[in-house]
């Protein structure tokens, strides 16, 4: 099947600073994708879908300035995690739909573990 | 809105069977989903059934589709110790642009 990666596949950094995380599509191009955030134990919430060459339309509650998506090319989304605190300490997963036949399959990166201390 | 629930514990012993159960809220839904995820890893999609179908079977997996009720279920045949993991009930509609909504998901403890 089609292949997401993440980068990193894990982040410790300090209160205050600016994560950035990829996610790419390694051998299909996406138009869209979508960011997740998992707390423990708890499930995937939709944070935002990444649109290639537009703004990232954002879920309900999700701050657009803390969380700035940038989809580049047909390849590349990154998510910016800015001046992080620890509350936004998560696992953070992306996805890319890809046509298989009569519907589209959401391929999964490995997830990012963010660790803000 | 759209709402996917499901339990989020269920234990069996190695060898039954294990059935989690899943209900959803959005009458236009059209793919719905089971993925795994293992401790620390990302999400791996099991199986999927189209809102058309009323079951569907790929080797020791059975998804059963309630359309009606609203009510899917994932059917685990001879458990295994590789099974315990979280299992996700996923739902995505024609008209959502692909997003899919997750349920909170069901951790699966396998007893020897």
């Known amino acids: 099947g089609a292949v997401v990666s993440q980068h990193p596949s894990w982040v410790i950094c300090k209160s205050g600073t600016s994560v950035k995380i990829e996610c790419r599509s390694l051998?299909?191009?996406?138009?869209?994708m979508f960011w997740y955030r998992q707390f423990p134990k708890q499930s995937l919430m939709l944070m935002a879908t990444?649109?290639?060459?537009?703004?990232?339309?954002?879920e309900q509650g999700v701050e657009k300035d803390k969380f700035l998506i940038n989809h580049a090319s047909l390849t590349l989304s990154t998510l910016t995690v800015t001046s992080a605190h620890p509350e936004d300490s998560s696992f953070y997963i992306c996805?890319?739909?890809?046509?298989?036949?009569?519907?589209?399959?959401?391929?999964f990166g490995p997830g990012t573990r963010l660790t803000v201390l | 809105g759209e709402d996917v629930e499901q339990s989020l514990f269920l234990s069996v012993r190695e060898g039954d069977s294990s059935v989690i159960n899943c209900t959803y809220t959005?009458?236009?839904?059209?793919?719905l989903y089971w993925y795994k995820q293992e401790p620390g890893a990302g999400l791996q999609l099991l199986t999927y059934?189209?809102?058309?179908?009323d079951m569907k079977q790929d080797q020791r997996l059975t998804v059963l589709l309630n359309k009606k009720d609203k009510h899917l279920s994932l059917r685990i045949a001879d458990t295994q110790t590789g099974d315990s993991a979280i299992y996700f009930c996923a739902e995505a509609g024609m008209n959502r642009d692909d997003k899919i909504i997750f349920g909170k998901g069901t951790r699966l403890h396998i007893l020897p």
């Open positions: 959005d009458s236009s839904s059209t793919y």
């Open positions: 059934i189209f809102s058309n179908m």
């Open positions: 051998d299909f191009q996406a138009t869209t």
């Open positions: 990444s649109n290639e060459g537009s703004k990232a339309t954002y």
């Open positions: 996805s890319a739909p890809l046509r298989q036949g009569a519907y589209n399959e959401q391929f």
